[in-house]
């Protein structure tokens, strides 16, 4: 199993989200607030799942959308 981990981090705190993967291909949509930012972690991910993320994989307000698919292992 891959695990992808979202933290948004603004001033009044930490909210965390994780989505689980059975190895197929997921969409997923994250809507981060205005004045947060969201720090994105994706295990053993190729880089291609990061192509959308600035070099630190950190997000800032708006709506994203990240298709994430597998390694061949």
């Not at 603004?10 to 004045?35: N, Q």
């Amino acid at each position: 199993m891959k695990r992808m981990k979202a933290e948004l981090k603004s001033a009044s705190g930490l909210w965390k989200s994780e989505w689980t993967f059975d190895g197929k291909t997921a969409d997923i949509t994250l809507t981060v607030p205005f004045g947060c930012s969201a720090v994105i972690e994706l295990e053993k991910a190729p880089e291609s799942a990061y192509k959308d993320l600035g070099p630190d994989h950190t997000v800032g307000a708006g709506t994203w959308h990240f298709c994430y698919s597998p390694a061949a292992d």
